[in-house]
């Protein structure tokens, strides 16, 4: 059964750090997202994407990040200068297209800023 | 904003019983989904209901939805220790360009002992 994949599943890196975490979605799916989840709290929307362009961002989504889908299978979340605060599980999601709401979560990647 | 809020937080039952788990939202909503999340895992899709559906069965799960009191009850029947893990309820939010993103509440912790 084909399935979100994401590198790597444990990322350590130092406040202030260049982090990018990697995503391979669903061949077939359109739309692409990320997610954070902070130990303890609730899983958070960061951002959307579809057709190369970023379709919808939340607030934590600010200019510290961006995403990218360098190829035809990647998609990735660059952090450009890490804060302790964005120590987290990152999920990458995808989904079918227009009006197929299942999302299919890969098993996320911690990211740890020291 | 739309937010599913689940209770109880933590539900500890032995194998064999049926878990009932609740989730409470605060807009309309188009659908919602039940996720499940193993410890340090990603998101799985559970079921989907549509607003206009009261109940969805899918093999020892159930779903209901009562749209006028905003909540939705998932049902584990006969539980196994397989299914300890988190539970969530996640609402949609659309984006324009047909995206979307989910928003989800803080889950039930279920611990089935064997």
Same mark, same amino acid.
């Given at each position: 059964?084909?399935e979100?994949?994401?590198t790597p599943s444990h990322?350590?890196t130092?406040m202030g750090q260049e982090?990018i975490?990697?995503?391979v979605?669903i061949s ?9 989840q902070?130990?303890g709290q609730k ?11 970023i379709s919808e961002?939340s607030?934590?989504?600010d ?8 190829d ?7 952090i450009?200068?890490?804060k302790?605060?964005?120590s987290a599980?990152?999920f990458c999601?995808s ?9 299919y ?7 740890t800023?020291t | 904003?739309?937010?599913?809020e689940? +209770?109880?937080q933590a539900l500890?039952?032995?194998e064999?019983?049926n878990? %009932?788990m609740?989730c409470s939202?605060k %807009?309309?909503?188009?659908?919602l989904?039940?996720?499940r999340?193993?410890?340090?895992r990603?998101?799985?899709h ?5 607003s206009?559906? $009261?109940e969805?069965?899918s093999? $020892?799960l159930?779903v %209901?939805? +009562?749209?006028?009191k ?5 049902l584990?029947t006969?539980?196994?220790?397989? +299914?300890t893990?988190?539970y969530?309820?996640?609402t949609?939010?659309?984006?324009r360009?047909?995206s979307?993103?989910l928003?989800?509440g803080?889950? %039930? ?6």
């Amino acid at each position: 059964e084909p399935e979100v994949t994401q590198t790597p599943s444990h990322q350590v890196t130092q406040m202030g750090q260049e982090v990018i975490l990697r995503c391979v979605p669903i061949s077939n799916h359109l739309y692409f997202y990320w997610y954070r989840q902070i130990l303890g709290q609730k899983v958070e929307f960061l951002v959307s994407f579809y057709n190369n362009e970023i379709s919808e961002k939340s607030e934590i989504f600010d200019d510290q990040f961006s995403v990218e889908r360098p190829d035809g299978s990647n998609f990735t979340l660059k952090i450009r200068s890490t804060k302790l605060e964005d120590s987290a599980m990152y999920f990458c999601a995808s989904s079918e297209g227009p009006r197929v709401y299942e999302q299919y979560f890969g098993p996320g990647t911690r990211l740890t800023v020291t | 904003s739309q937010q599913g809020e689940e +209770d109880p937080q933590a539900l500890s039952i032995q194998e064999g019983e049926n878990a %009932t788990m609740n989730c409470s939202y605060k %807009t309309s909503i188009n659908n919602l989904q039940w996720y499940r999340q193993n410890s340090g895992r990603g998101l799985v899709h559970l079921i989907l209901i549509r607003s206009n559906e $009261r109940e969805k069965h899918s093999g $020892r799960l159930r779903v %209901t939805l +009562d749209t006028s009191k905003k909540s939705s009850s998932l049902l584990i029947t006969a539980s196994r220790a397989a +299914d300890t893990a988190s539970y969530f309820c996640a609402t949609v939010l659309r984006h324009r360009a047909g995206s979307y993103q989910l928003t989800f509440g803080k889950g %039930t912790k279920l611990s089935v002992i064997p």
